[in-house]
């Protein structure tokens, strides 16, 4: 038994491997009662911009007056933001409680002969069981890693499946071609219920289609949205000749939003008569998320993103140059081994006017001084600065009102930069 936050997270701490299938989770949500099949999905699945998909269409249901469960993983900044119900992350006493309940059902599959499921089952099951105890009318879901095998897809009852950017990531475990990855993740595909997909890349778009034709699923494809105006505040996007206001920045927002808006068309479409124009510009308005392009300071400025693959780090380049073309730019990066840091690096150090790298404490993490070594091929202005503090306060020692910090790589050392950002920031 847990008694209290911490102790529930050392526990799932301990199960954080990956184990993709669907068997034990079926297992885990039986003992548990099958809370799931009293709930109703919009279920999301891609390699980038899932997170800002999410939060448009949760916000925006909930304006529109539903009861509105979201979980997405990982955690970024706090272990409670992965469940959230009604605009509010589930409590530590919430969250406790709920494991207690996941816990013993753990304890009768141990006892069983059972396998014990990983962190990310574990955390999928107490989320549907939270959003049952809560009542919630719709919960807005995404795939923690591909789609077919994703412990999220043991859900059956889906009013829409969504599908954001698809690139290359997880090559070791999704296929090294973008077909293969995206069959994996069209696997969240259910018959009777329609697909959406941003625009894609034309191999996975044909892809995506002969997927849904294959199991008789109607699919749509949502158009670009145009940028309008922006500032550091947010920016203006013309989607189907409306306009949307959105706190969220980047040129990502240019497919992210106008996917969701289709998306929440759809399920007026379908009864969801309580969806409105004036709901839906109210909750995109309404939608924020941290790290992904995240302004943490306006003197000196100072960005937050998560951007760790080809694809993401393609669209910040674009944003940073569209944006900010006149300011010099210090970059502060950390990235995973296992990921193709080599395209990240070639999309954004080229325009660095310095890059520092560190040290962090994840086993995945590549090494600051491999990092520089392999930067140094596009850049030579960059330094090893041993930890993430120093970086930062290497960055900041150099930043003038015509420069930008930028730190990012991955999602995983932000939470740490954010701090010790703020800790700079107030002297």
Known sequence: MFFNFDEAIKFLEKQNHINLGLETIKKLLNYLGNPEKQLKFIHIAGTN??????????????????????????????????????????????????????????????????????????????????????????????????????????????????FTKISYDHMGILGNTLDKITEEKAGIMRQGCMAISTCQEQEVSDTLKRCASQHNINIQFAGKGKCIRFNLDGQEIMYKDEIYYTSLLGENQLQNLPLAVDTLNHLKNIGYKKISKASILYGIREAKIDGRFEIISKNPLVILDGAHNESASKVLSETLNKYFPLKKKIFVVGIFRDKDYESVIKNMVPYADKIFTFDWKNPRSLSGKKLAEIICNYNKNVQY?????????CAYQIATEDSMILVFGSLSHLKEAKILLNEVQNG
């Open 49 to 162: 911009g899932k997170g800002a998909c999410l939060t448009y269409i949760s916000e925006v249901l909930l304006a529109s007056g539903y009861s509105v469960g979201r979980f997405s993983s990982p955690a970024v900044f706090c272990e409670n933001e992965t469940i959230w119900a009604n605009g509010k992350n589930i409590t530590d006493k919430e969250f406790v409680n709920v494991m207690n309940r996941v816990l013993k059902a753990i304890a009768a599959m141990e006892s069983d002969g059972l396998r014990v499921p990983t962190r990310f089952e574990i955390e999928t099951a107490a989320s549907f069981l939270f959003f049952f105890q809560k009542k919630v009318e719709i919960v807005v879901l995404e795939t923690g890693l591909g789609g077919r095998l994703d412990a999220t897809n043991v859900v059956s009852n889906k009013i829409a499946t969504v």
């Open 385 to 393: 600065a041993e930890d993430i503090s120093n970086a930062i306060k």
